[in-house]
């Protein structure tokens, strides 16, 4: 069992920054994503792919809507990842959630909501223009 942590959310001005953070209870051998659900969209729907990375620090993949702004990294001693947001539009607003699996058979990380088990309470993140 792995618990989530997530905090940093809040509001920012268009072209603003937001920082968020994600601590877990475990960390090893992880995959570790964060997804996104837009505010129109009801609880328990689709969340859209942000970004994920394997806790070893491999494979960093970003969504093409937020890559060159969006930047994952992480802190092993802490067990946590950040995700550092910047040139935010209004977009970007929505509740923003970590989430944790073990790898795939192959090694990979996946790219879908529904394949991780694991997930924070979510942080909502708002940007007006």
């Known amino acids: 069992q792995v618990q989530l942590v997530e905090s940093g959310g809040g509001s920012a001005q268009a072209g603003g920054s937001l920082t968020l953070s994600c601590a877990a209870s475990t960390y090893s051998r992880r995959c570790m994503a964060w997804f996104r659900r837009a505010l129109r969209r009801a609880p328990g729907t689709y969340r859209e792919w942000v970004v994920r990375i394997k806790t070893d620090g491999s494979d960093p993949v970003y969504a093409d809507s937020v890559k060159g702004r969006f930047t994952l990294s992480q802190d092993n001693a802490k067990n946590t990842v950040y995700l550092q947001m910047t040139s935010l539009t209004p977009e970007d607003t929505g509740l923003y959630y970590c989430?944790?699996?073990?790898?795939?058979?192959?090694?990979?990380?996946?790219?879908?909501?529904?394949?991780?088990?694991?997930w924070g309470q979510g942080t909502q993140v708002t940007v007006s223009s």
């Open positions: 989430a944790a699996r073990d790898p795939m058979s192959d090694g990979t990380c996946p790219l879908y909501d529904w394949a991780y088990p694991y």
